[in-house]
């Protein structure tokens, strides 16, 4: 039987072996480049600490692929691991990213208009180099067949063996990589494929539970404090959610650079007020878009496993029209229970020119998509909120039109590694200008109703735009810089809203400084819409300290 081998045939664990060597050394590349960077490690004490480090991850990944890799899952997983190591190096490499479970949930519910602004040659070089190339190799080579006995006793002899010496060099070296890890946490999420696996585990672990809970309502009590007693006095809320624009970046936060002229002068006439210090309660859209529109807030949010009903639940409740307009990747569960409209199905060339469309589209599209909302809830109050496309990118250059790009040379490019950082921000702060414009015209229309209305923006996270070698969000909340977490927010009022309430502008101009958060959303829209419900803190509620006869 033996001579039917090829005598160049693999056994298997050797194989594997091989497999591993690759996924420890080149499958983690931007954690071997972090470490060499870092200044603690430096000559031999480099050497030593790489060196230990390197034993560890290549015992460990042993361990683990000996215990459930067997021959006829080697190939299909090996590929697997190629992919997933390949593409996690790349974006850790490219844009500074670590892999964690918020990372993950952001990839899988990216769509294909988002994936297409990430592909780039480089991107194809990495698939070719990572991927291709290795998988191919692995896929072509002759595995001898080894009977099932001595198989299993080679593959958890070797499993045994490596975790024995995963646990002795980690013990040795226990104090260097204690330290290392300690005081740089980011190197935790960038162990491939550990990273990966531990967020997938995570994130299904965490849906799976989620999933078979019932719906919580909430608000139950939820009633308007007065009944308007038509439409046209009913009032009309516009909730813009901005997407990607960092509070940094914002001409009405004292940026630098004027990205808010617009906004500027109706700051100027005092019916607007910029909020300075607001916080995000997530990185990403998929933490943040769920979290802003919740009762619980961030913690109570971060650690409960329950499904609630949001914030328009609560007000369609009270009688009110509710609308979501959405240029974005959807609602995130926000809106499911209120008429909802994703601005790809309307096919407006004059906005969507090239498949994406530019926000103004959702103003566009305003007026007649409120006039199909049922009348009755509309003479109770009406209220909308426009999920923008705002600054997303990488393809920042993709959010202005060609009329609206004062900042220039802008980065005409989606890789952003091939501009130099000054145009990358060109391009963001072009973005900027673009949502400067598209609130303030949302302001004139709003002002050209006789109704009252009300203007309320807050942007879900911020964005890194090269800090730190970071580039676009998405990191874990304890490591996330200032500039993926603190947001632009500001609110607009109409005299006539602001006379009907006796609400004073300068007190709430006098809160602008405040440090405030996205907890602060969900109690701040009940305030604007005059809902009341046991649910509501007045404590969060930025109207609250400024209306009359308080
Ligand atoms: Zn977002």
Redesign the pocket.
Known sequence: MKLLTPRTAWHPTQLLAVMVLWLTTAGNLPFWMAIWRLPETQGLRALTTMGSLWVILLALLTWFLCLWVWPRWLKPVGVAMLVTVTSSSYFMLTYGVVIDASMLANVVQTDVREVRDLLSWPMLAAVLMGVVLPGVWLWRQPIRSVPAKSLIGRQLGTALLAFLVAMGVFWMSFQDIASLTRNHKQLRYMINPFNSLYAVTLLTVGQAAQATRPLQSIGEDAKLLKTPSSEASAPLVVLILG??ARAANFGLGGYARDTTPQLRQLRAQGDLVYFSDVKSCGT??QA?VPCMFSHLGKSAYESSKDRYESVLDVLQRAGMAVLWLDNQSGCKGVCDRVPSVATTALKVPEYCASGECLDEVMLHELPQQLAALDPLKRAQGTVVVMHQMGS?GPAYYKRSPAAMKPFQPECSSHALQNCPPEHIVNAYDNSIVYTDHFIAKTVKWLQAQSRPTALMYLS??GESLGEKGLYL?GMPYSLAPKEQTHVPMLVWLSKPLQRERQWDMNCLQSQSAKALSHDHLFHSVLGLTQVSTQLAKPELNLFSACAAGR
């Open positions: 997407e990607t990403s859209t943040s997303h879900d996270h969000h």
